[in-house]
């Protein structure tokens, strides 16, 4: 009867901290919400989504701010995407035995490194080279924070490839090449095509990884949160929502105009990653039972 | 003719495009390994025994780093103690226990919501919650309880996965011997999967000690030449003052810099070492 009694407590316990989980993200919704939604009180939503911050003056619109998320994740997905999914093909379908134990650690490494220690990075080597290089004013530029969160979204994105890629029968590849393609005909007719939905998921992981990077970004962006009157805003400073957050909140009082706003920015960042997030899942999803599908 | 030109052709695109991949592959490895190297060149000079026994001096511009050592030392401590137990459990549950419900599929979507949270976002929530609401201040304790959340997924994923991994042979014997569920995951499932387990908590707690937007507003202090004296205390921390000391004074050594970013990467990539060395020794072992 002792051990049956002990039994139900652990298994109560164990079930509890299965559904924590919940619990915890209801009460970071809750509390984003409840120090967060006061902001749309105490501005106007015209201006809060107006075309610019300046929090001293209280001109609290976010929309630069949004800009400068989306113009830096771009950046980076146009470098981890190819650099991304390429290294997992490689991996996958070409690189023979030696060179994956060499480059697979490689790859845990860049993703184990702290986003602080990028953006030092960043402001050791990579800013003063693109200065010099690009002929620009400052190296602190929304491109250079697009190359260093390239690097950062590339591990996400070799992993979650190469598992897309590991997924495919490799009756298909057989099947072209009895055919007569050569490797790089299978590839990319027959591999690639048929891991697009892991490899769509793979990119939305980067972007959501991409979007969310807070220290790196604030530390090469140059902190300018302004809307841009050219295409060349790649190549000037710029300020992401994170970066945003992250270098004013230390400074706020608590419970003013410009603190809510602060968190209503993270409001919105937790709808972005919530849509990214699910998005992948459901691709991913998708894609694993079409797989059981077609291997049955 | 044409036939042999067509196959030429494909044969050299085929021969380009391979080499293009070797190119990017190249691309994308040689820069980690340079940068790496760079650091340990650039920092090693940097490291001595008073470098990482000592308080920092002259406002952080000499001297030594230890309370930021001591400071990430306490707050990996922390985080492991409220997420590793809450975290493999969770994991128990849905390998083991859950069924395949409603409940479940939101246990899980909460799981991947939490993983995809951005760091900075979890600063805010433990602002919100644990330094203002709880009135924790701005303590290791309200920052550890902030990486815990944050590494949980990391744990509780990877601890289904070890479970899973386990042969549902060893299950059924166990329960047909008498044994209940509980006792057949403490006997037999979860000492199987522990290799798997401890790589998934060390490189979960490699992550939160590298982190620092969840922890500047919760627990991190700028200059604090102390260590701390309980859990209610601020306290420095290696990656909060790595980004301190490169942006936010004037005059600071470069040599410091790359010292304490060395000092960081020795901390964050030896446990990474570790894990993959725990997976590697189990690997060979298992017999199934």
């Not at chain 1, 897309?164 to 009756?171: D, E, G, I, K, Q």
């Not at chain 1, 050569?182 to 972007?207: D, E, F």
């Not at chain 2, 980690?32 to 511009?61: C, K």
């Amino acid at each position: 009867m002792e051990t049956a009694k002990g039994e139900r407590w652990i298994t109560w316990i164990i079930k509890m901290s299965g559904y924590s989980s919940i619990l915890f993200v209801s009460l970071i919704l809750f509390f984003l919400a409840r120090e967060g939604f006061p902001a749309l009180g105490e501005v106007p939503l015209k201006d809060l989504f107006g075309a610019r911050w300046y929090p001293i003056e209280g001109y609290f619109g976010i929309w630069p701010l949004i800009f400068g998320s989306v113009l830096v994740t771009v950046g980076a997905l146009l470098i981890g995407i190819p650099f991304g999914i390429g290294t997992a093909v490689y991996l996958s379908e070409l690189a023979p035995a030696w060179i994956k134990n060499i480059l697979k650690p490689i790859i845990e490494i860049l993703a184990g490194l702290p986003s602080v220690v990028l953006g030092f990075l960043g402001i050791q080597l990579a800013a003063p080279f693109f200065r010099q290089f690009l002929n620009l004013p400052t190296g602190l530029t929304a491109f250079t924070g697009a190359v260093l969160l390239g690097f950062i979204a590339i591990p996400t994105i070799v992993s979650i490839s190469e598992d897309a890629l590991n997924t495919v029968p490799s009756a298909y590849r057989h099947g072209a090449l009895a055919l007569g393609a050569n490797h790089w005909q299978t590839i990319w007719g027959v591999t690639v095509p048929a891991a697009r939905s892991g490899l769509l998921t793979a990119v939305m992981l980067g972007v959501g990884r991409s979007i969310g990077e807070t220290m790196a970004v604030m530390m090469v962006t140059g902190n300018a949160p302004v809307l841009p009157s050219s295409l060349n805003a790649l190549f000037l400073p710029a300020r992401t929502m994170t970066a945003t957050i992250a270098s004013e909140m230390g400074e706020v009082a608590t419970g003013s105009t410009h603190y809510h706003v602060l968190f209503f920015i993270g409001i919105v960042l937790f709808g972005i990653s919530l849509a990214v997030n699910l998005t992948a899942s459901s691709l991913a999803l998708r894609s694993r039972k079409r797989a059981e599908r077609l291997l049955s | 003719m044409e036939n042999s030109e067509a196959a030429r052709t494909s044969r050299r695109n085929a021969l380009l495009g391979v080499n293009l991949l070797r190119l990017i592959t190249l691309l994308t490895a040689l820069p980690v390994i340079g940068v790496i190297v760079y650091i340990i060149v650039r920092g090693a000079p940097a490291l001595s025994w008073e470098f990482i026994s000592a308080m920092p001096r002259e406002g952080m511009r000499a001297g030594g780093i230890l309370p930021a050592i001591m400071g990430t030392f306490y707050l990996t401590l922390g985080t492991a103690v409220f997420s590793v137990p809450l975290g493999v459990a969770a994991g128990i549950y849905i390998a083991e226990y859950a069924p395949d419900n409603r409940v479940t599929r939101l246990v899980r979507i909460a799981i991947i919501n939490l993983a995809g949270i951005p760091s900075v976002v979890y600063g805010l929530f433990g602002l919100g919650l644990f330094v203002l609401f709880l009135k924790f201040g701005t303590s290791i304790l309200a920052a550890s309880l902030t990486l815990s959340i944050m590494t949980l997924p990391v744990i509780i994923s990877t601890t289904e996965e070890a479970l899973r991994q386990v042969p549902n042979a060893f299950r059924v014997v166990s329960t047909s011997l008498g044994a209940t569920r509980w006792q057949t995951i403490k006997r037999i499932t979860l000492p199987q999967a522990l290799p798997g387990v401890i790589t998934g908590v060390i490189l979960g707690l490699e992550r939160a000690a590298g982190e620092t937007a969840p922890i500047m507003f919760t627990g991190a202090a700028f200059f604090l030449p102390l260590l701390p004296q309980s859990p209610l205390d601020a306290t420095m921390a290696l990656p909060y003052h790595i980004f301190v000391i490169s942006t936010s004074v004037p005059g600071m050594p470069v040599e410091i810099q790359y010292g304490t970013v060395l000092v960081l990467l020795i901390f964050v990539l030896g446990m990474n070492v570790i894990a993959t060395l725990i997976r590697n020794r189990a690997r060979a072992r298992r017999q199934w």
